[in-house]
């Protein structure tokens, strides 16, 4: 079946469009220390528009039941919404049935249901699992544990001093034991867009199974499950104007059905008794349990208002500011830039000669500026750079120039103090 795309109805072009759209977003107006907040954290979590807020606040004030499981209205209304929501998720990525949406708690409990259900299942002793060097911890610590139960090995994909991981390493881990390759899509430490489409196509040559973490990925370009055409695709609302407690897991459908349940409870189960329990059908065979109704319903909103202004847009935009903002921060004595990749979100990762991230971050505070310092749960990235933690400063499309301006200007205040 041919899918409907959502249309565009915005471009990002002028002053007045990134005013209205900075408008969509109440907590963009705070006080932070006694000046307007700057929020440059969004690739630990971005901001919610009113759209999203008034989404959630409708569905509690006149839809929330349980669902799934009575026939009064209510529950039959809160059913048809989650499942609309499932619907929204399956268009804005481009998967081909709306069952190969699993609603997680986000893309670490995605990335722990695959480890659970196809790794346990299918991954054994001396088995090869891939993994890339640039991994969040959410997408290392359940393949080590698998190792660890398994006796499984991993190898990693090595990355050059830019933080592009190196293609030819890559394809000269593959063996006849490789059974999984478990990839980021984006950096959330270096910003590296990496080369999926082509990294999956060569572990598919080798009958190997892709896992893509695309936590950070999926708020910032548009995405097509079919024609990635991995296997597995993980992502947390909270990264992508949603609420928190609510991610995705897609799966293609034949993997999810031979896939063993990650939870056992209410609503993933067809039939009990107790000798024998028989699972439902995929999705409701990953659910376990009340799901978390409101937030799925409140990213379904949040989806809706990505698609309006637009992926395409919000990747152009948002790539405009990260070369505004390389550009200067490159420019400046001590300051050092970490992920310089060719192909980069707009993630900025950054140290000042002398200085512990920490009071970067702290003095940028007092400015209003929020910014990531410490190891963004990446701790072999920062191995491999030889530093203890960075800062970071990442952008969303509702960031300006203005800002980047501010955070150069809190990054010179440190060097003088630090002097
Ligand atoms: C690349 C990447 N993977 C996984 C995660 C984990 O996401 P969550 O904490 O929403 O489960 C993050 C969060 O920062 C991330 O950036």
Same mark, same amino acid.
């Given at each position: ?6 249309k ?23 006080? $932070? ?6 929020y440059l ?9 009113q ?30 919404q989650?499942?609309?929501?499932r619907?929204?998720?399956q ?15 986000g ?17 054994g ?21 698998l ?7 991993l ?11 190196? $293609?030819?390493?890559?394809e000269?881990l593959?063996?006849e ?17 990496? #080369? ?8 598919h ?8 973490d695309?936590?950070?990925?999926a708020p ?8 990635l ?15 928190t ?10 993997l ?22 028989t ?16 937030a ?9 208002y ?7 847009n919000i ?5 405009e ?7 200067? $921060?490159?420019?400046? #004595? ?7 990749a060719?192909?980069k ?12 991230p920490?009071d ?5 505070n007092?400015?209003?500026i ?37 955070l ?8 003088e103090?630090?002097?």
């Amino acid at each position: 079946m041919k899918i409907e795309r959502i249309k565009n109805e915005r471009t990002i072009t002028d002053k007045a469009t990134i005013d209205k759209i900075r408008a969509d977003f109440p907590i963009l107006g705070l006080q $932070v220390s006694g000046k307007p907040l700057v929020y440059l954290d969004n690739a630990a979590s971005s901001q919610v528009p009113q759209a999203v807020i008034d989404r959630i606040v409708r569905y509690q004030t006149e839809e929330h039941s349980n669902i799934h499981r009575a026939v009064h209205y209510l529950s039959e209304l809160a059913t048809r919404q989650y499942e609309a929501a499932r619907v929204k998720v399956q268009h804005f990525i481009n998967a081909k049935e709306s069952r190969e949406i699993i609603f997680t708690r986000g893309t670490t409990e995605s990335i722990n249901l695959v480890m659970h259900g196809y790794g346990r299942a299918f991954i054994g002793k001396g088995d090869e699992i891939i993994l890339s060097a640039m991994e969040h911890h959410a997408n290392i610590v359940p393949w080590q544990m698998l190792a660890q139960e398994k006796g499984a090995v991993l190898r990693v994909i090595p990355m050059n001093d830019a933080g592009e991981l190196l $293609v030819d390493e890559f394809e000269a881990l593959f063996n006849e034991k490789t059974k999984f390759l478990a990839l980021s899509h984006v950096s959330n430490a270096l910003g590296t867009i990496n #080369p999926v489409k082509r990294m999956t196509a060569y572990a598919h040559s080798h009958g190997v199974p892709v896992l893509l973490d695309g936590a950070q990925a999926a708020p910032h370009q548009a995405l097509d499950m079919q024609d990635l055409d991995c296997d597995y695709y993980a992502f947390s609302g909270h990264k992508m104007c949603g609420p928190t407690g609510i991610g995705v897991l897609y799966g293609k459908a034949h993997l999810l059905e031979k896939m063993q349940p990650y939870q056992g409870g209410g609503d993933m189960i067809l039939s009990v008794t107790f000798e024998k329990t028989t699972y439902n059908v995929i999705p409701s065979k990953f659910e376990a349990g009340t799901p978390p109704i409101m937030a799925a319903i409140g990213l379904g909103a949040a989806i809706e208002y990505l698609s309006g202004i637009g992926l395409d847009n919000i990747a152009a935009y948002e790539h405009e500011l990260l070369e505004y903002a390389t550009e200067k $921060v490159a420019a400046m #004595p001590g300051v050092r830039i970490i992920g310089t990749a060719g192909n980069k979100a707009a993630v900025m990762s950054f140290e000042i000669e002398g200085v512990h991230p920490h009071d970067v971050g702290t003095i940028l505070n007092s400015d209003g500026i929020a910014i990531r310092t410490g190891h963004h749960c990446a701790q072999p990235v920062m191995d491999r750079f030889h530093v203890p933690a960075t800062a970071r400063a990442s952008f969303a499309f509702y960031n300006t120039r203005q800002e980047i301006d501010k955070l150069v200007e809190g990054i010179r205040k440190v060097q003088e103090m630090f002097l």
